[in-house]
């Protein structure tokens, strides 16, 4: 990765901070659009934070891939990691539920993959969304949630299809559990050890960014750890 222009999104978050850290490490310049003005990685030369952006609005997503351009002159690759859970029954849910989810799941990676794409084609470059393991079979309290996030696997699969032959790869992760001191708050009696750590995903991420992937697109990968 080393040299390379990556975009992460949901920096301010658990894996977005993991994803961001570990390219940096690699030898990548990041750039992180959101709503945050500045994140907890320190500050350096080859870190732009790009803050007061809402990812589902087109407008602000396209000026931040600009000054991304204008600061590290291309963007070889998408790490569409914004997004978020909420918990509820259809019965008892409101409607609202169901619009929020799709909105902060999909339409946020929706937005940063358009405003990316020109770009991306031109560096020949790749794109990883974070999917989730409900996106393939929901549990109770899950509809929404999961069907936001299949809706970014169906992303993941045309756009993988429409990009071919331009160039761009694209595909998924799907983790289970990721060990967040929000799910350790939510889940107090789990096992912590059998959940998927923030770093492990971020290796999988990086890896499918890199060349090293160069002949996988489409894949839609689980991350399941020993749950
Ligand atoms: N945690 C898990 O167990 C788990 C399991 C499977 C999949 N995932 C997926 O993995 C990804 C990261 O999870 P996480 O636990 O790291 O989440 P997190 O800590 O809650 O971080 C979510 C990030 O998304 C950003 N975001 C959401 N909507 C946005 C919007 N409209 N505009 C700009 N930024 C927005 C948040 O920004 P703000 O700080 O501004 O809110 C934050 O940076 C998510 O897509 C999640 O669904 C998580």
């Known amino acids: 990765m080393r040299d390379k222009i990556v975009v992460v999104t949901g920096g301010s978050g658990v894996l ?9 490490a690699a030898g990548a310049y990041v ?23 809402d990812l589902t609005d087109f407008a602000a997503v396209t000026k931040a891939f600009e000054a991304v351009v ?38 946020t990676a ?10 991306l084609r031109a560096s020949q470059g790749a794109i990883v969304n974070v999917g989730s393991a409900p996106a393939k079979k929901a ?14 696997l ?10 071919k032959l331009a160039g761009v790869r694209v595909n998924a992760v799907l983790p289970t559990i990721i060990d967040t001191p929000r799910n350790r708050a939510d889940m107090p009696k789990a096992d912590f050890s059998r ?26 990968i689980l991350i399941a750890g020993r749950t």
């Open 16 to 24: 977005g901070y993991a994803v961001a850290e570990a390219a940096l």
């Open 154 to 163: 169906r992303l993941t699969e045309s756009l993988a299809e429409e990009e």
């Open 31 to 53: 750039a992180l659009p959101g709503r945050e003005e500045t994140s907890k990685l320190a500050k350096q030369d080859r870190l732009l934070v790009l803050g007061g952006v």
């Open 139 to 152: 549990g109770s309290g899950m509809g929404a949630y999961a069907a936001s996030k299949a809706g970014v």
């Open 70 to 107: 204008a600061r590290f002159g291309k963007i070889d690759g998408l790490a569409n990691i914004a997004g978020g859970f909420r918990w509820q029954t259809l019965a008892e849910g409101d409607l609202s539920g169901w619009t929020d989810q799709f909105k902060m799941n999909l339409l």
């Open 195 to 220: 959940w998927v750590k923030p770093e492990d995903i971020a290796k999988t991420i990086l890896f499918l960014l890199s060349g090293d992937a160069k002949a996988i697109t489409g894949a839609e």
């Open 110 to 119: 929706v937005t940063a993959t358009k405003a990316a794409l020109p770009y």
